[in-house]
């Protein structure tokens, strides 16, 4: 009989004591401990099992759960008595910043204070006898929610101390998620404070701390060291692309095919394949996102899982906000095309809006974009007759199906506010109405033309970052019918947009766009009037009219912009 799927159980004993659907992942703590590392930081995409598998590493390895046998009793862990008499032997403190999710660095400070507040309640045994001096025991008494900064960075590293100093053992320090405040910091515009108060924490917690026997972190990204471990002793960092416990987060193929059989769903297989599985890390592929796949299992149904359980809002920001060639990049992406990168897998959030190599490398470590190879060498190597260090240039795709479904509905996310002016104007456009694709557009660019600028460029840069939105939404709205392009090759220069059909009956269409300037036109039809020119003096149509569509059937359009205001002439 298959066993009862508990959706969004992160709690290891919950999942065992229950005989919850479970796949093990109980090697983890062998590598682990074996590897000897100090500092582990560990990433991996939302919804790979970290926290689950933080909470096996807790309950394997704390006094609290000291004989416990029965939560490893059959798992890979247990087949070894070295580590059937490791279980329950250290002092473990477990602390989760997942839920550090707020508006101002002050909120954050508090959220986070009031976490190890939380953990110190735990081991308020610690207050009774002797062990703690008096001054110790004011310490202890003083951590709360409004603590000095200075208290909180040094009272892990103090509650190592009373721990280690009772049990008789240095203390394994577990943290998940620790790089959720500083996603949060980076979007609602308080990094820096941020990033100076976790430095001072992971400093005391992770470097200066003599009591510390091993400490495991886990996150999405990699953060900078510049920006909260410039302090650091060297930890061991594992990101998607390193080949250490490749296998220990997500599932493998060979696990997902085996627990469609125990579910009734074998012939499923290439079904799920074909949705979800895409991941891979360091040398391992074929890998498959649990929550994805343990959704498909209880409803039978394929959808988009993984990418809808929390919030895409600093992917979507930053792509809607980019640049002009990081947008082409991503119309590249949705038509399952590769994209060629150098890439730091460390993040520097702070400069992400300057430098779209970290956009990329962030999107890689959510799990959105997968490598699919190098060109030249995968690793970094050194020309000696140029004298320089040569990085690998990656090629990236979206990861599969469900990914690119998620992208498909964050575009149209974009266009929500103005969804009927949105829809109306495409409608207009494919039937060729200028009347009413004017009156649509102007409506539209009204509402949200200002979501597509991020503020700090000048205002003559939004139509542009605004069209390439905009041909991002027409490649998501039609990409059944046309095939869309922007900004590429043809006859003596390069179109802004060109719609290709894929039914001979539909009529191509070339769209210009252009800026009013007023030293040089009088006015929007001047500056439309020029656009129009342009497609026909650069012979845009070339690469139409090479793939046999006629010229009476490849319609051109001038867009002219003035702040918020189009205005939209036609040819053809």
């Known amino acids: 009989m298959a066993r009862t799927i508990s959706i969004g159980g992160q709690d290891f ?14 090697d983890f703590i062998r590598q682990w401990w074996e590897n000897g590392d100090s500092v582990t930081l560990l990433t991996r995409p939302r919804r790979f099992g970290k926290t689950l598998n933080m909470s096996m590493v807790e309950q394997f390895f704390s006094l609290d759960y000291a004989g416990r046998s029965d939560l490893f009793i059959g798992l890979s862990i247990w087949e070894e008595e070295k580590y059937r008499n490791l279980q329950g032997t250290y002092p473990v403190l477990f602390v989760s910043f997942a839920d550090v999710k707020e508006d101002s660095f002050s909120q954050m400070r508090a959220t986070i204070c009031q976490i190890i507040e939380d953990t110190y309640s735990r081991f308020r045994f610690l207050l009774k006898g002797d062990l703690l001096s008096e001054n110790e025991k004011k310490a202890f008494e003083a951590v709360s929610f409004d603590m000095e900064n200075s208290q909180a960075g040094f009272s892990l590293k103090r509650l190592s101390s009373y721990l280690s ?67 650091f002793n060297n930890p061991e960092i594992i990101t998607t692309t390193s080949e250490k416990y490749e296998e220990c987060f997500g599932f493998t193929e060979e696990e997902v095919f085996t627990s469609l059989e125990e579910y009734g769903l074998s012939e499923k297989k290439e079904e799920v394949k074909t949705w979800y599985d ?83 490398s962030l999107l890689l470590a959510s799990g959105y974009l997968k490598v699919a190879g190098f060109e030249g060498k995968n690793e970094m190597s050194y020309d000696g007759e140029k004298g320089m260090l040569i990085k690998p240039v990656y090629k990236l795709i979206l990861t599969n199906l469900e990914v690119r479904q998620m992208f498909q509905s964050m575009v149209k996310g974009w266009f929500r506010e103005t969804r009927s002016n949105y829809n109306q104007f495409v409608e207009a456009l494919l039937m060729g109405h200028e009347e009413a694709m004017n009156e649509y557009m102007n409506a539209m660019a009204e509402e949200i033309f200002s979501s597509f600028d991020t503020g700090k460029r000048p205002s003559r840069s939004e139509p542009e970052r605004f069209y390439h939105g905009f041909v991002l939404g027409l490649i998501v709205t039609l990409q059944g019918r046309y095939a869309i392009t922007s900004n590429r090759e043809s006859g003596f220069g390069r179109y802004d947009v060109m719609l290709e059909p894929k039914e001979p009956g539909d009529d191509a269409m070339i769209l210009e766009f252009k800026v009013f300037k007023p030293g040089k036109e009088v006015d929007l039809e001047e500056t439309a009037a020029e656009a129009l020119a342009q497609i026909e003096e650069k012979n845009y149509a070339a690469a139409l009219q090479a793939k046999g569509i006629p010229a009476e059937r490849i319609r051109k359009y001038g867009f002219a912009f003035e702040g918020k205001q189009v205005l939209i002439r036609g040819r053809g």
């Not at 996150?219 to 471990?229: D, L, Y």
Request: net charge negative.
């Open 278 to 360: 895409g991941f891979t890390f360091g040398t391992k592929t074929d890998i498959y996102n649990p929550w994805s796949i343990i959704n498909y299992l209880n409803k039978k149904k394929v959808g988009i899982y993984w990418a809808n359980t929390s919030s895409n809002s600093l992917a979507g920001k930053l792509i809607r906000e980019g640049s002009r060639a990081l947008k082409q990049d991503f119309e590249t992406l949705l038509q399952g095309g590769c994209i060629h990168t150098e890439l730091d897998e460390q993040i520097v959030y702070d400069q992400m809006s300057a430098d779209e190599q970290a956009i990329w």
């Open 165 to 231: 100093r009772y049990y008789g053992k240095k203390v394994i320090i577990l943290l998940d998620e620790y790089d959720t405040p500083m996603q949060e910091a980076y979007v609602n515009g308080y990094w820096e404070e941020a990033a100076c108060f976790m430095r001072s924490l992971f400093n005391s917690t992770f470097k200066t701390n003599r009591y510390l026997e091993r400490a495991l972190m886990t996150g999405i990204t990699r953060v900078s060291r510049e920006s909260i471990f410039s302090d």
């Open 13 to 26: 004993e919950t999942i065992r004591v229950n005989d919850y659907f479970y796949i093990d992942k109980t």
